[in-house]
C-alpha cells in the first residue's frame, strides 16, 4: 500500500539556521509532490509545489527538493525565524483518475528557538 | 475576501446523536473535500466530491455522510455509527484540474 513517511519526532534548532525536513513515499509514483505549513488549531497553509521532473524550487526561504530515484524530498527553511514555527505537512500527488485527493503524510513539528 | 467557511468552530455532541459541520466556499471551486485529523496525526480523507451531486468514499467514510446539492457547499454529517467522532474537521477545495488545496479553518468535534 502507499505509504508516506515524516519524521514524528520535532526538530528543534536555533534561529539563523538552517532547518531541514524529510518526506520518504514508498508504492507511489507521483507526479507532484506539496508541502503545507500547518499552525496549531488551523487548517493547513500551501507553501510550494514541485513536479516530477523538476529538481529544486525555491521560494523566498523555502526550497523544496524532489528526488524520485530515492523517492524523497527534503523541505528546507534558510535563516529560519521563530515564526516558522509550526507543522508542516507533505504530500505526493499523482496524476490517475482512480483518486482524485491528495494524501499527506503526518507532518513534521518544527521549533525555532530565539 | 474568497475562501472557505466552516461552521461551527467548535461543537460538542453527546453519544448517539449526529451532527452536520457546514462547509461554504466562494471561491468557485469545483472539487471538495473532508479530512479527519486526529492529534499528532496526519489528514485522513473522508469524502470528496468532483461536481454537484457526486462524491466519492475516502479511506475512513464510514460513520460519516455528505451531501454535494450547490456548488458552493459541501456538509459533513457525522453520524452515531461513527464510533470515536472526536477529532479536527478540515474542509478543503480545489479548481478543476488544480492540484492545490485551500483549507478552511477546521471545525473540532468533541463527544462528550
Known amino acids: 500500500s502507499q505509504k508516506i513517511e515524516q519524521n514524528s519526532e520535532a526538530l528543534n534548532i536555533q534561529e539563523g539556521k538552517t532547518a531541514t525536513l524529510t518526506c520518504n513515499y514508498t508504492?507511489?509514483?507521483?507526479?507532484?509532490l506539496q508541502w503545507y505549513r500547518q499552525d496549531p488549531g488551523r487548517g493547513p497553509v500551501f507553501l510550494l509545489l514541485?513536479?516530477?521532473?523538476?529538481k529544486e524550487k525555491r521560494k523566498e526561504r523555502l526550497k523544496v527538493t524532489f528526488d524520485t530515484t530515492l523517492k524523497q524530498s527534503l523541505f528546507h527553511i534558510t535563516a529560519s525565524q521563530p515564526a516558522d514555527s509550526a507543522t508542516y505537512l507533505c504530500?505526493?500527488?499523482?496524476?490517475?483518475?482512480?483518486?482524485?485527493?491528495?494524501?499527506f503524510g503526518s507532518g513534521t513539528r518544527l521549533q525555532v528557538q530565539p | 475576501d474568497g475562501g472557505i467557511t466552516q461552521s461551527p468552530k467548535y461543537l460538542f455532541r453527546k453519544e448517539g446523536q449526529n451532527v452536520t459541520l457546514s462547509c461554504e466556499q466562494n471561491?468557485?471551486?469545483?472539487?471538495m473535500y473532508w479530512y479527519r485529523q486526529d492529534p499528532g496525526q496526519g489528514l485522513r480523507l473522508i469524502y470528496y466530491?468532483?461536481?454537484?451531486?457526486?462524491?466519492q468514499k475516502g479511506d475512513i467514510a464510514e460513520g460519516y455522510s455528505v451531501s454535494r446539492e450547490k456548488k458552493e457547499s459541501f456538509p459533513l454529517t457525522v453520524t452515531s455509527a461513527q464510533k470515536n467522532p472526536t477529532a479536527f474537521y478540515l474542509c478543503?477545495?480545489?479548481?478543476?484540474?488544480?492540484?492545490?488545496?485551500?483549507f478552511g479553518a477546521g471545525s473540532r468535534l468533541t463527544v462528550l
Open positions: 478543503a477545495s480545489t479548481r478543476s484540474g488544480a492540484n492545490v488545496l485551500t
Open positions: 508504492n507511489y509514483s507521483p507526479a507532484y
Open positions: 514541485i513536479r516530477e521532473n523538476e
Open positions: 504530500a505526493p500527488g499523482a496524476m490517475d483518475t482512480g483518486r482524485r485527493a491528495l494524501t
Open positions: 471561491l468557485n471551486h469545483d472539487a
Open positions: 466530491s468532483q461536481i454537484v451531486n457526486d462524491f
